[in-house]
């Protein structure tokens, strides 16, 4: 076995047991029966419930770009990674078609991602100041990664059928998360659209009307016997932002350096 197929196995969550949702009614049943972080991702990591991203995801997989013709692609839906026990919890879109479902680990491998990570380094979340791979190392001691929609969509634009079928996974991974969890950060407005039925889900107080998404946006939502917790808005650093100086380094460090204070305020507190 090459190392790199011994590299791709050792990070891989799933098992030949794992069982696989192929609709949107086995992705809520098995989401909903998942009893740990390390069963949830697995379950993640093989979902085939919407024909057209499992097609999309794996054409890419095989015809992939010049620039990584020699590598071997995810090809697969992309499971929230990070710290089990969370402060932040990072939210985005979805895999790029040539990052995350390449690499198999969301924000990793693009310009969008080196964007990020250089950001959440410079801010003390991410031990390294880039993610290259799901087996690169990296780690975020306090903040955890997931997506809205976990398999790399067309032009980057799922459907709403496909937004919701996958709700599940991260309603899930929110439970079992949200003992420790103060903050939430939405990149791009999609995210920050997606996120709000999610947090109804898992029992936070909503509030009417919803907040509009921006940058800096910020909401403080309640729940039983905790503490708030902090939704907060972010321009995704896609290449378009960041090219056109609509999110600058500056902005992004603002935003997660307000996250982190955030967070550190209640675990004093706690």
């Keep these: 076995m090459s190392e790199p197929e011994a590299s791709w196995q050792r990070c891989d969550p799933a098992r030949p047991d794992t069982p696989v949702a192929r609709s949107a009614a086995e992705v809520a049943a098995l989401a909903g029966e998942s009893r740990s972080l ?6 993640q990591s093989v979902c085939r419930a919407c024909p057209r991203l499992v097609a999309w995801r794996e054409q890419v997989a095989v015809a992939r770009r010049r620039a990584f013709r020699e590598e071997r692609y995810w090809g697969r839906p992309v499971p929230g990674w990070g710290a089990a026990q969370p402060r932040l919890l990072i939210v985005g879109l979805a895999p790029a078609a040539h990052g995350g479902n390449r690499t198999g680990r969301i924000f990793t491998g693009d310009r969008s991602g080196d964007f990020l990570f250089a950001s959440l380094y410079r801010c003390g979340l991410a031990e390294k100041p880039a993610s290259v791979a799901a087996c690169d190392g990296q780690r975020l001691p306090d903040t955890r990664m997931a997506a809205a929609v ?6 980057n634009k799922p459907e709403p059928a496909e937004r919701d079928a996958c709700a599940p996974w991260l309603v899930a991974e929110l439970r079992l998360v949200a003992a420790d969890l103060r903050v939430i950060v939405c990149l791009g407005g999609f995210a920050w659209q997606a996120t709000w039925p999610v947090l109804g889900s898992c029992g936070f107080a909503l509030p009417r ?5 921006g940058h800096g946006a910020e909401a403080r939502l309640r729940r039983p016997a905790a503490p708030d917790l902090l939704l ?4 995704h650093p ?9 999110v600058t380094p500056a902005m992004l460090d603002a935003v997660f350096s307000r996250a982190r204070d955030y967070a550190d305020l209640h675990l004093l507190a706690d």
């Design 209 to 213: 009307p919803r907040p509009a998404f």
């Design 232 to 235: 907060m808005g972010c321009y």
């Design 238 to 246: 896609s290449q378009q932002n960041t090219f056109t100086g609509r």
């Design 38 to 43: 390390g069963e949830l991702v697995a379950r």
């Design 150 to 155: 976990r398999c790399a969509p067309p032009e």
